[in-house]
C-alpha cells in the first residue's frame, strides 16, 4: 500500500514537473522573442564557403567582392570567400577528380566540358528554384544541359567586340567601320598619322584563341560547323576557303598591331590601350570594366568585328559568369550556396555587378547603361550571332589549333598552317 501510494506521489510530481516545464518553455519563447534569449534567436553556427571564380580580370574580382559584402550583411553566418587563381577551369577539374571541389563556383553552361560534368554528377540541379525565373528566357534555354534542366545561374553574357578609343576616331574624323575595307581603312589611316591602329594580346592561348574565334564568327562562314566536320573525319582544313580567309584576316590584323604582341598579356594590352597607346584592341566584355578602371576618363567605345558585307557580320556571343553548386557539397553547403545564389540574381544585385563588370546582365530588369557600347549590344540584338567553339569542339582540341595559330603568326606561313591544323587534330582524336 504505501508502495503504491510513493509510486502514485513521484509520478505525479513528474507529471508537475513536465507542465511547468512546458509552461516555462512556452514563457520562455515568447519572452525570447522580445529579449532575443530563445534557443531559436541564438546566433547559427559560422559556415565558411569557399567561391573559386573564373574570371581574373580585376573588374569581375572587384564585382563579386561587392555582392559578397552586401551579402553578408543580410547573412551573417554565411562567409563567402572568393578564390581567383591562374588556369582556373584545369584547376576545377582536377579538384573535382580529387574529391576536392569548391562548394560554389563559376562555369560556363553551354560548353561541351560543363555537360560532361554534369552527365557524372559532379554539379547540383537548380531546376524548380524561384531566382531561375529571373533570368532571360533565351539565355536560360541555351543553358540547358542535355537532359533539359538547368544547373547554374546565368550572371551574365560575354561578346567579342573592337573596343575603340573614341577620342582618337573623332579627332580623325573616322567613323565606326562597317567593313573590312572599312577597317582596313582606318588602320592605314591612323598608322600614317603615326597612332598604332591596334594591341594585340598573343601570349596568352586563351586571348589569342578569343581573337581567333571572334574573326571566324565575323566572318559568319561556317567555320566552327566545318570543324566539326574536319573532327569527325568528313572534311579537311587544307580544303577550306574560309579558313584560309581566316588566317589571311589574322595576319592583316597582325600587321596593324604592336611588334611584341606575341609578348604581350591581355592584361598589360588592356592598361596600355586605356592610357591611349592605341586606338584599337580586339577583346571581350569581360575587359571593358577592367579598362575603366585603368582609366576612369577614357572615352570608351565598342563595334562588332565587320565582315567583307555588312549585313553578314556576326558577333561572338554566349553566357560569360554562371553561378554553379558542387554536387558534393554538404546539405548546409548547399543552402548557403542557394542563398548567394538567390542573392545575386535580385535586380538590384545583378545590376550593380553588371555596372561593375562591364557586361551585360542576363537578370531581367537590369539596363546596360554604357552607350558607347551599344552598337555590340544593337547587333547581338538583331543577329546573327553564333556562340564559342567550346559548345560543340573539344578543349584540348581548340587549344591545339590556337597553338597553331601562334605558330601561323611567327612564320606567317598560312598552307603550312592548314595542313598543321589538320594534323594536330587528327593526333588529338588519336
Known sequence: MKMKRF?????????????????????????????????????????????????????????????????????????????????????????IAANDAP?????????????????????????????????????????????????????????????????????????????????????????????QPFLLSYKDLWCLGHIFQSLAISMNDGLVEYTVDVIEGEKKVADSAGYKALAEKILEITDYGNEDALGMSANQMWDLFANGQSAMIISGSYARGTILMANPDMN????????????????????????????????????AGLKFIEFISRVENAQLWSDTDGAPSCIKGTVYKNKGVLPVIDKINEGPIHDWMASSVQNNISNDLFTSVQAMIIERDIEAFLENVDKTIGNALQ
Open 300 to 335: 570608351l567605345g565598342a563595334f562588332p568585328i565587320p565582315n567583307d558585307e555588312q549585313d553578314k557580320t556576326a558577333v561572338l556571343t554566349g553566357v560569360d559568369a554562371a553561378i554553379c553548386i558542387s554536387g558534393d557539397a554538404t546539405p548546409e553547403e548547399k543552402e
Open 103 to 195: 562548394p560554389i563556383f563559376t562555369d560556363y553552361p553551354t560548353q561541351m566540358q560543363f555537360k560532361q560534368k554534369v552527365k557524372n554528377g559532379y554539379i547540383e540541379c537548380l531546376t524548380g528554384h524561384d531566382f531561375l525565373n529571373r533570368v532571360n528566357q533565351g539565355v536560360l534555354e541555351m543553358s540547358k544541359a542535355n537532359d533539359g534542366k538547368n544547373y547554374a545561374l546565368p550572371l551574365s553574357q560575354n561578346y567579342m567586340c573592337i573596343y575603340y578609343n573614341m577620342d582618337m576616331f573623332n579627332e580623325m574624323s573616322i567613323d565606326i567601320p562597317v567593313t573590312w575595307a572599312e577597317l582596313m581603312s582606318a588602320c592605314q589611316k591612323f598608322e600614317q598619322a603615326g597612332i
Open 7 to 95: 509510486l502514485v506521489l513521484v509520478l505525479a510530481a513528474v507529471m508537475v514537473t513536465f507542465s511547468l516545464s512546458a509552461c516555462d518553455s512556452s514563457e520562455s519563447s515568447n519572452d525570447g522573442a522580445k529579449t532575443g534569449t530563445n534557443e531559436k534567436n541564438v546566433e547559427p553556427k559560422t559556415i565558411k564557403l569557399e567561391f573559386l571564380q573564373q574570371k581574373g580580370e580585376e573588374a569581375p574580382q572587384t564585382a563579386y567582392a561587392q555582392i559578397i559584402e552586401r551579402f553578408r550583411e543580410e547573412n551573417k553566418n554565411i562567409v563567402i570567400e572568393q578564390n581567383t587563381i591562374p588556369d582556373p577551369g584545369n584547376v576545377l577539374i582536377s579538384r
